[in-house]
């Protein structure tokens, strides 16, 4: 049997096609931001003070900058939550990030050092998860395990005990600014205008999401989807480990269980991007906006009172809506 001739995609390749769903659902989400904003503000005379929207802004780069990571991992693997691409490691592998610069630190070891050995700890977690995809795991139990594999290490490594992280650098990054905005939303637009460059300008990006949609035909195009999928692996616990180090210099000190409490909002965050992209797909600015959306709404709720239970309730809801969304979409495709 002879060779079926091949087409590699390219940077100038088709971009991927619009799903079947009602065009009304991604102007839906960004009515819903908006009414609920400006319910806040008349409700809180504290909420659109400018203190409170860099608390709001600090508190979305945790959750942006793993989302980031994880819409690249759905975005490559597929948004089958079962079969595709999921990586439900991120939260932990960021709390274990924050726990090795703070040990780090706190014995001696320089904050460029320490930081570097974060970072270095986070990629071979990704690269260990990305392993496991290739060689047949699920996706969804994969991470599974690195969730509880990174969980355990923190503990270990932390004594199960808050860690604190000290240090004229880890100050920077928390009290910082730079051209007048906090350094951590800086390191969040950087890392959006990178990956969402990356994902839809390059030819990288375009084969990512031509894997995602259909790794057979992305095959028979002569593209080796197992080198997009590790890769995205990869990419999504670096980011997440970036977000580690953010958050525990946030805080001061890296709290062990912490990584594993901001899971619910980094899927979230990054399973909301489909309301808010005009393909109604996984996407890095629809994940900017949702991560924007529920830090607002976490911190909405906790200056109006609202018990943190309730606020737990509501990211729920949002989640069961957008499953709904995806299965309405889904259901248009199937036609």
């Given at each position: 049997m002879s060779a079926a001739?091949?087409?590699?995609?390219?940077?100038?390749a088709p971009k991927p096609v619009r799903r079947g769903a009602p065009r009304w659902l991604a102007w839906a989400g960004f009515g819903t931001v908006v009414l609920v904003v400006l319910a806040f503000a008349l409700l809180s005379s504290s909420f659109l003070l400018p203190g409170n929207i860099s608390a709001i802004l600090n508190q979305a780069a945790v959750y942006a900058i793993a989302g980031f990571g994880l819409a690249v991992v759905v975005i490559t693997g597929g948004d089958d939550v079962v079969n595709g691409g999921i990586d439900l490691s991120v939260g932990a592998v960021a709390g274990l990030a924050g726990t090795v610069a703070a040990v780090a630190a706190q014995s001696?070891?320089?904050?460029?050092?320490?930081?570097?050995?974060a970072l270095l700890v986070s990629l071979i977690a990704g690269a260990i998860n990305g392993g496991a995809v290739l060689i047949g795991l699920r996706p969804l139990?994969?991470?599974?395990?690195?969730?509880?594999?990174?969980?355990s290490l923190n503990l270990v490594i932390s004594g199960n005990v808050k860690v604190a992280l000290t240090g004229t650098t880890f100050a920077w990054l928390r009290d910082g600014s730079i051209l007048g905005l906090p350094v951590a939303v800086v390191v969040m637009l950087v890392i959006f205008a990178v990956v969402g460059l990356a994902m839809s300008k390059t030819s990288w990006g375009i084969r990512?999401?031509?894997?995602?949609q259909n790794p057979t035909a992305a095959r028979v195009a002569g593209l080796r989807p197992g080198r997009y999928i590790f890769g995205s692996y990869v990419i999504s616990a670096g980011l997440a480990g970036v977000a580690g180090i953010l958050l525990a210099s946030r805080l001061s000190s890296a709290v062990p269980g912490l990584g594993e409490q901001i899971l619910?909002?980094?899927?979230?965050?990054?399973?909301?991007?489909?309301?808010?992209?005009?393909?109604l797909v996984v996407s890095p600015g629809g994940t900017l906006?949702?991560?924007?959306?529920?830090?607002?709404?976490?911190?909405?709720?906790?200056?109006?009172?609202?018990?943190?239970q309730w606020v737990?309730?509501?990211?729920?809801v949002l989640i069961l809506i957008v499953l709904a969304v995806v299965a309405i979409r889904g259901r248009s495709t199937a036609k």
């Open positions: 001739p091949t087409a590699p995609l390219t940077a100038s001696g070891t320089s904050p460029v050092a320490a930081i570097a050995l139990l994969a991470t599974l395990a690195m969730l509880g594999i990174a969980g990512s999401y031509a894997v995602g619910l909002d980094i899927v979230l965050v990054a399973f909301m991007s489909v309301v808010f992209s005009r393909r906006v949702a991560a924007l959306f529920v830090a607002a709404l976490t911190n909405g709720f906790t200056l109006l009172g609202v018990a943190s737990g309730a509501a990211k729920g």
